[in-house]
């Protein structure tokens, strides 16, 4: 109760929250960061949470992660942005080729997305199939390191092309 007219006083203190729902402070305060708390105002390095606040609770189990993207209709996108030089058919039956384009030429965006949809594995696999002179020396050193396939300074060497 609250001195003034005998009233529950109209704000909370994170400490106070927190033992009113039996949580700790810390985890209040990462609930406050992720505004899971109704209402909940910061004033300086304060919180002011409103009496009537609740936590929002989240249905139990694993939070839903993307949904991945359909690697065809992903291809076939990427394909049309990076491989300009072919028909949507004949780009569709070299898959690799709009994976590497896009190692080479995609934005980061598009990097992420086709990682996302194919998997580290996925672009292992395209990086160790590339076809000699697809991607750039600094492509290449930079694929080995982000997919975890070369340790510091022990890049391979680039596919070369063979004349016979």
Do not use: C, N
Request: glycine residues 10%; charged residues 30%; aromatic residues 6%.
């Amino acid at each position: 109760m609250d001195a003034v007219g005998g009233r529950e006083p109209p704000f909370l203190s994170v400490t106070q929250f927190a033992a009113r729902e039996g949580v700790t402070r810390a985890r209040v305060l990462q609930l406050l960061a992720a505004r899971r708390v109704a209402g909940a105002r910061r004033i300086g390095h304060h919180w002011a949470i409103p009496a009537e606040a609740a936590i929002e609770r989240r249905p139990p189990g694993r939070p839903r992660g993307r949904r991945r993207e359909p690697a065809a209709r992903l291809l076939a996108e990427l394909a049309r942005k990076y491989v300009w030089w072919l028909s949507p058919a004949q780009a569709g039956a070299r898959p690799e080729l709009a994976i590497t384009q896009t190692m080479e030429l995609g934005d980061f965006e598009d990097q992420r997305r086709l990682e996302a949809s194919l998997g580290r594995d996925g672009l292992a696999q395209a990086l160790r199939g590339a076809a000699a002179g697809r991607l750039s020396a600094r492509s290449w050193a930079y694929w080995h390191y982000r997919l975890g396939l070369a340790k510091p300074g022990r890049v391979p060497p680039l596919p070369r092309r063979r004349l016979d």
